[in-house]
């Protein structure tokens, strides 16, 4: 691969990601202006994609946690991989105590962790040491 390509590829992420953040924050502006709380969940989950695609894993975590109970993006991912984003990211942003209350003790996640053993393994790794 030469540098000239290798450069072209990395100036077309750079556009992407730009173009993707002023779409979201274009989407926040009208949910500001008037969306149902379907629409305004949705977002949660678009933008926590995005915050997850940008290693921001706090923002990430927030919003997915936040949507947890309500998730209805099936059009970008099924529940499973929301879970499986959810737990990554609250393991990479949360202080223990948070990741406790939120996904360790949180019954949204637990009701899904028995068909997920290597994640439920993953936080309990943690959480037990």
């Known amino acids: 691969v030469s540098t000239q390509s290798t450069g072209g590829i990395n100036a077309e992420y750079g556009y992407q990601r730009r173009v993707r953040a002023l779409n979201l924050e274009k989407a ?6 008037g969306g149902d709380w379907d629409r305004r969940n949705r977002l949660k989950v ?3 994609l995005y915050a997850m695609s940008v290693r921001n894993f706090k ?11 309500t998730f209805t ?3 970008l991912m099924d529940y499973h991989t929301f ?14 105590k948070e990741l406790t209350k ?6 949204d996640i637990n009701e899904v962790l028995h068909e997920l053993p290597l994640f439920k393994s993953y936080i309990f790794s943690l959480y037990n040491a």
């Open 46 to 48: 678009y933008t926590g």
């Open 102 to 107: 939120k996904v360790v003790e949180g019954a």
């Open 28 to 33: 926040k502006e009208l949910i500001e202006l």
């Open 59 to 69: 923002e990430a975590a927030d919003n997915f946690l936040d949507t947890v109970s």
């Open 73 to 75: 993006s099936y059009e």
């Open 83 to 96: 879970i499986k984003y959810t737990i990554i990211s609250a393991m990479l942003a949360l202080d223990r």
